[in-house]
């Protein structure tokens, strides 16, 4: 009883209307969403929107008060022992055996599933860990944790793969280098299910996101269209000086031009006009456009600025 | 390779390369072995020191005695002071048939001792002299009785304490540090029965606690300690397996209701450390107060003592195989079930 969604391919993850409350919190306020098999799909919140809980009961971790969940087809919950070896799931802590290397700890959590140890290596290849094989796991760096802990998901090859925050607290450069990873991972054909904090980087992965807060999803779509769909004026930024206040205000179809200490900013929303009228005055001096990102989705839907 | 092996060794891995654990599981015993093995290598053999004065038979008859230490002085005067000094209990001296005995007056009973051991060589040897033929004979040999030489009983004591310890520790700090960790969870995530990570944790306890107990029993049976083992001690293993056992389900209990490793470090010395001193741990409980020897029945490490003693050095017959293991294994039973009751995979 495969769903379509969107047209293409089967649906890996189809939920419908989940709610989970512990005492008068309500974690998750009825949720639905469906994920297609292949697709890189982003649950975005603030801490406590209720994005691990969603995750823990696609997974089968929880039991959701009401709703129902189809993973590959089957209900998750109860804990259904044909499931597990396609599904793979990063948790939010790193969650490591004490005192293993990285590749002992690979070759565990392969054993579990009753995989070859050699994956081992390919996995640390993949993550980027192969000269760290031999290190142990409290020797790593937080980055090389988070790429040791997403290799020990995907050990046994699973379909679905369940990422929760992997790039929380990490460096900008360590960010960068997982991002690699999870790019690799969908390239293997992978269905990627993971939660962040960080827009920008969900407007940079995914190919659809679902912006949660409080328990609900508020918008979910394609981050281009999220952002499209606002139509939030973009802000044209100039050196000072390259342009007066008045010969800004003139030019076609800029809304509207505020000047600070360090530049000139043009509002805008047909910036391909703007930008072209610049270009013929040779103003470009120090040019930059900002567009609506995600951060201005989520502060348009929830009326309030966007806290990780 | 198996889950089972794998998880197995990942514990074991977990275990040996923390220096920290491998103290408290081998060397710290040990060192309570070897402190109690040596305070008390002499007690209860001790021989009596006197002072002896001059030669003859009945000098060198006391010397032969096995119970008497001579120590010789020139003159009695010199002896006597240290009679009077308080250094020597007593002082023996003899010139030609005048045989003078010396005691101190304040140890009455060490003194009443000597005085026996004096008396009895003299009279012996005066019966010799008048080569009358012997009308009462006395059969003497010794009886293997309950109060053990220390080595004794220290030896299966601290084995069982130390063994005890290390199976509470590990099951309750493993099952913790693993929720803790989400390693459980990840587990759980994985297509693996429960069974398998409970085994794994048996097989590995067990296999840490057989090497202690390698241990402890060479190091008590080395010369300087004299340990001894008799002919049952064969019957003691099924006795060591199910205190093993018994103590591994308290730990899983002790695992289950706390939620660090704090708390269960703790909660697992509560546990373990007055059972230890009123289960004849670090002395015999013969010589406790009745109520404390009552006490002492309901805790499973007693009765893993008094079994593995009643083998190990008592040379008991099958039949006391049964109170302790009967003990033991209702004891595992009844705290594991709890223990499986109470289980939780995560913190709630």
Request: hydrophobic residues 50%.
């Amino acid at each position: 009883m495969f769903t379509q969604v969107n047209g293409t391919g089967n649906a890996a993850v189809v939920v419908e209307d989940i709610r989970k409350a512990y005492g008068d919190l309500k974690a998750v306020d009825g949720v639905s969403l469906s994920v297609t098999e292949g697709e890189f799909f982003g649950i975005l919140g603030p801490n406590g929107a209720g994005k691990t809980t969603t995750l823990e009961i696609i997974e089968g971790l929880r039991q959701p008060d009401s709703g129902s969940v189809r993973l590959l087809g089957e209900s998750p919950w109860p804990r259904r022992v044909s499931l597990l070896p396609r599904i793979g799931v990063q948790l939010q802590s790193s969650s490591f055996f004490e005192k293993l290397t990285a590749r002992e700890q690979l070759e565990t959590f392969a054993s579990l599933y009753g995989v070859n140890a050699v994956r081992a290596n390919e996995m640390l290849e993949l993550v980027g860990l192969a000269d760290k094989a031999d290190t142990r796991e409290d020797k790593l760096s937080g980055g090389q944790r988070q790429r040791l802990s997403i290799a020990c998901a995907l050990v046994h090859d699973p379909d679905v793969v369940f990422l929760d925050e992997p790039t929380a607290a990490l460096d900008p450069q360590a960010r960068r280098n997982l991002w690699d990873v999870l790019r690799a991972i969908q390239a293997r054909g992978k269905t990627i299910v993971y939660t962040t904090h960080y827009l920008d980087e969900a407007e940079i992965l995914c190919d659809r996101v679902a912006i949660m807060d409080k328990g609900r999803i508020l918008a979910m779509d394609r981050p281009a269209a999220l952002v499209r769909g606002l139509d939030a004026p973009t802000h044209v930024i100039l050196e000072l000086g390259s342009l007066s206040v008045s010969d800004a205000t003139a030019l076609p179809a800029a809304e509207d031009v505020t000047e600070d200490e360090l530049s000139l900013t043009i509002t805008t929303r047909r910036p391909a006009d703007t930008l072209s009228a610049l270009a013929d005055r040779g103003a470009l001096s120090g040019l930059q456009v900002r567009t609506a990102t995600l951060e201005d989705v989520f502060l348009d839907l929830t009326g309030r600025e966007y806290r990780a | 390779m198996t889950a089972f092996r794998s998880l197995s060794l990942a514990m074991l891995k977990g275990f040996y390369r923390d220096k920290a654990t491998l103290f408290f599981t081998f060397v710290f015993p040990l060192m309570f072995l070897i402190v109690f093995g040596l305070l008390f290598r002499d007690a209860g053999t001790d021989k009596i020191t006197i002072g002896a004065v001059g030669e003859g038979p009945v000098v060198t008859a006391l010397g032969e005695t096995g119970i008497l230490d001579l120590e010789h002085f020139d003159t009695l005067d010199e002896a006597v002071a240290k009679v009077s000094d308080g250094d020597l209990p007593a002082v023996v001296a003899q010139n030609g048939n005048e045989v003078v005995l010396r005691f101190a007056a304040s140890d009455q009973t060490q003194a009443g001792t000597v005085r026996g051991i004096v008396v009895g060589v003299v009279d012996k040897l005066n019966l010799i002299v008048t080569n009358q033929p012997l009308r009462y004979q006395l059969d003497v040999s010794n009886v293997e009785d309950a109060s053990l030489k220390p080595i004794q009983y220290i030896t299966p004591g601290i084995m069982s304490w130390g063994v005890a310890t290390t199976a509470v520790f590990g099951a309750a700090l493993t099952l913790v540090s693993w929720r803790k960790k989400q390693v459980l969870r990840r587990i759980r995530l994985a297509p693996i029965h429960a069974s398998t990570v409970l085994s794994s944790r048996v097989v590995v306890t067990i296999g840490v606690a057989i090497v202690q107990a390698v241990i402890f029993l060479g190091i008590g049976a080395l010369p300087v300690f004299g340990l001894q083992l008799v002919g049952t001690w064969a019957l003691a293993i099924p006795v060591f397996f199910l205190g093993v056992l018994a103590f591994f389900a308290i730990g899983m209990l002790v695992g289950a209701f706390c939620k660090t490793e704090e708390a269960a470090t703790g909660a697992a010395n509560i546990v373990v450390l007055p059972m230890a001193f009123l289960s004849g741990t670090f002395f015999p409980i013969d010589q406790a107060p009745p109520w404390m020897q009552s006490i002492s029945n309901a805790f499973p490490l007693r009765h893993m003592n008094d079994g593995i003693m009643d083998f190990l050095v008592r040379d008991q017959g099958a039949s006391a195989l049964v109170v302790p293991c009967l003990v033991l294994a209702g004891f595992t039973i009844v705290v594991g079930g709890i223990a499986a009751k109470v289980f939780q995979w995560e913190d709630s």
